[in-house]
């Protein structure tokens, strides 16, 4: 199996100011068709996750574009250039290349 | 709107079986893989399971192969997790989710939800 490995597993961060979340798998996540699968989601309080960001760095509709994606093969980044309170929750990235699909640990955002 | 309705919540003791149901709204059903994903409580996400469009594959996590089964019924917009066998482990909230139109990769999930939850339990 792809292991997805994230950090930091918590992170505090201050109104206005920007967070990094960093992902690595075990293998590289790029398909003979060019693309590459990861995914990251954003599970708020209470709530199923909701997708954010498909194929390292193309945001779904609706998402902010203060969120961004990153990164190549087996490394990569979700960055939010300036956090809002209403970000608050656990982030997850996700490999979509290979069953089964494994997710990260979660790296949890709080708001200072 | 997309909405995927969830029921089949339950207390069931070791050994025992409960079936979850997902069904759909919003969308046209039969053209979307779907896909179960689980979270025991305070834990991240596992994928559990997943059933195509073409074909009607069905793929498990090795975790619960053998002992879960999913299925689909195009007609009714109605996806299920026939789980026997269940295990203290298999305590979790069970989300559906429906395949996304973004990307094709695997099981990535643009709606899911809202959960419903297992506790195997003795």
């Known amino acids: 199996d792809i292991v997805m490995t994230q950090t930091p597993l918590s992170l505090s961060v201050t109104p206005g100011q920007p967070a990094s979340i960093s992902c690595k798998s075990s293998?590289?996540?790029?398909?003979?068709?060019?693309?590459?699968?990861i995914f990251w989601y954003l599970q708020k309080p209470g709530q199923p996750p909701q997708l954010l960001i498909y194929?390292?760095?193309n945001r779904i509709s609706g998402v902010p574009d203060r969120f961004g994606g990153s990164g190549s093969g087996t490394d990569f980044t979700l960055q939010i250039s300036r956090v809002e309170a209403e970000d608050v929750g656990i982030y997850y990235c996700m490999q979509g290349l290979k069953l089964p699909i494994t997710f990260g640990q979660g790296t949890r955002l709080e708001i200072k | 709107e997309v909405q995927l309705l969830q029921s089949g919540e339950g207390l069931v003791q070791p050994g025992g079986s409960l079936r979850l149901s997902c069904t759909a709204s919003?969308?046209?059903?039969?053209?979307?893989?779907m896909t179960w994903v689980r979270q025991a409580p305070g834990k991240g996400l596992e994928w559990v399971s997943g059933i195509t469009v073409i074909g009607g594959n069905t793929y498990y996590a090795d975790s619960v192969k053998g002992r879960f089964t999913i299925s689909r019924d195009n007609s009714k917009n109605t996806l299920y997790l026939h789980m026997n066998s269940l295990r203290a482990e298999d305590t979790a909230l069970y989300y559906c989710?429906?395949?996304?139109?973004?990307?094709?990769?695997?099981?990535?999930?643009?709606?899911w939800g809202r959960g419903t939850l297992v506790t195997v339990s003795s």
């Open positions: 293998q590289s996540l790029l398909y003979s068709d060019g693309k590459t699968y």
């Open positions: 919003g969308f046209t059903f039969s053209n979307y893989d």
């Open positions: 194929e390292v760095s």
């Open positions: 989710a429906k395949r996304s139109t973004y990307s094709t990769g695997w099981f990535n999930s643009d709606y």
